[in-house]
Nanobody, 125 residues
Framework: VQLVESGGGLVQPGGSLRLSCAAS????????LGWFRQAPGKEREFVAA????????FYADSVKGRFTIARDNARNTVYLQMDSLKFEDTAVYYC???????????????????WGQGTQVTVSS
C-alpha cells in the first residue's frame, strides 16, 4: 500500500484545513487508517483513526470536536477535516494504514505498517 498525503499549509488560529490521504496498491477494505502528527522535538502522537469497514472513528482528546476523519470508498482516500485550529496543532501530519485492524491498538503507531511521507501543517498568526 502506498499512501500520499496532501492539503497541508499555513493557516491562522481558528482556521480550517482538510488533509487528504490517497491510497494505492490495495483496497483498504479491512484496514484501519490513522492520522498521526509529530511536532518539532516531540514524539509522534495519535490524532484520529477510522476502521474502513463500518466507519468506526477514534479521536485523540486534544482534537475531539474539532477534527473529523472520513473515508471515500470510491476514491480509496481518507480525509482529516481540521477546524478551529490552534497553535499547538502545528506539526507534520502522517497518514498510516494498518491491515490487521485490531481495535485495541488503533491508537498506537506501532500497529501501522504503511506510512505516507507527511504533510506540514503550520498554525500561525
Amino acid at each position: 500500500v502506498q499512501l500520499v498525503e496532501s492539503g497541508g499549509g499555513l493557516v491562522q488560529p481558528g482556521g480550517s484545513l482538510r488533509l487528504s490521504c490517497a491510497a494505492s496498491g490495495d483496497t483498504l477494505r479491512g484496514y484501519a487508517l490513522g492520522w498521526f502528527r509529530q511536532a518539532p522535538g516531540k514524539e509522534r502522537e495519535f490524532v484520529a483513526a477510522i476502521r474502513w469497514s463500518g466507519g468506526h472513528t477514534f479521536y485523540a482528546d486534544s482534537v475531539k470536536g474539532r477534527f473529523t476523519i472520513a473515508r471515500d470508498n470510491a476514491r480509496n482516500t481518507v480525509y482529516l477535516q481540521m477546524d478551529s485550529l490552534k497553535f499547538e496543532d502545528t506539526a507534520v501530519y502522517y497518514c498510516a494504514a494498518d491491515p490487521r485492524n485490531i481495535l485495541s491498538v488503533v491508537r498506537k503507531s506501532e500497529a501501522y505498517d504503511y506510512w505516507g511521507q507527511g504533510t506540514q501543517v503550520t498554525v500561525s498568526s
